[in-house]
């Protein structure tokens, strides 16, 4: 069955500093892959998207993301966070079954030290 | 330029009772999709429809769960005879099609579903 694992529940960074989220993907094919960011109370913000093509793709907010096939990861990357980063981020593929059903990860959870 | 609406944001019921969450998709799309979100959880697919008709409810509990999505008017997913473990919050997502293209599914900012 297709999955989505992000092995790091939170993370803490100060402002300024680098950012890399992992997220690795289960799946029999190239897969249609997402990061989606959730603020408190709030719904989800699509980030970035990788369907095909490049596979360094650039998102909203700085953010950008690289598909690697041998590794089965889709790893977000942001240079110098903002305290407005802090935020709960998931990563997603759309199934096998249907491109429609979206597997999300568990999240991880971002804090940003001032 | 509305997003995706969803109604209510807060909601909550006694164990019993019946739970109607709405999503009004984004002006354009027709395909509506409802998640799961259970606290420290990712989401999870319940049901994707197009107007008038579910196309996967795969994900939806078998009893006390159903949804529509009617010609007129918003998507309503129901639960009939609440329970502590329906607690969560319940996501809409809509696109303007299938999404076999580069279309991803917009979300709403759920509906936070609260049983006493």
């Known amino acids: 069955a297709q999955s989505v694992t992000q092995p790091d529940i939170h993370i803490t960074v100060s402002e300024g500093a680098s950012l890399e989220l992992r997220c690795n993907y289960s799946?029999?094919?190239?897969?249609?892959l997402f990061w989606y960011v959730q603020s408190p109370g709030q719904g989800l913000q699509l980030l970035l998207k990788?369907?095909?093509?490049?596979?360094l793709v650039q998102g909203i907010k700085g953010f950008e993301a690289e598909f690697k096939r041998s590794q089965s990861s889709f790893n977000l990357r942001k240079p110098s966070v903002h305290w407005s980063d802090a935020a709960e981020y998931f990563c997603?593929?759309?199934?096998?079954?249907?491109?429609?059903?979206?597997?999300f990860g568990t999240g991880t959870r971002l804090k940003v030290l001032a | 330029n509305a997003g995706v609406m969803q109604n209510p944001r807060h909601l909550v019921r006694r164990r019993g009772q019946e739970a109607r969450l709405r999503c009004s998709p984004m002006?354009?799309?027709?395909?509506v999709y409802w998640y799961r979100q259970l606290p420290e959880e990712g989401l999870k697919f319940m049901v994707y429809?197009?107007?008038?008709?579910?196309?996967?409810e795969s994900g939806m509990p078998k009893e006390r769960f159903s949804a529509e999505f009617p010609k007129e008017g918003p998507s309503i997913l129901r639960i009939q005879q609440v329970v502590r473990g329906d607690s969560a919050a319940y996501f809409c997502?809509?696109?303007?099609?299938?999404?076999?293209?580069?279309?991803?599914?917009?979300f709403g900012d759920g509906t936070r579903l609260s049983i006493l």
């Open positions: 997502a809509s696109s303007p099609d299938r999404g076999d293209s580069n279309q991803p599914q917009h």
């Open positions: 799946y029999g094919a190239t897969p249609y």
């Open positions: 990788y369907f095909s093509g490049d596979t």
């Open positions: 997603a593929v759309a199934a096998v079954s249907g491109t429609y059903k979206y597997i």
């Open positions: 002006k354009g799309h027709s395909h």
């Open positions: 429809l197009q107007k008038e008709n579910i196309i996967d």
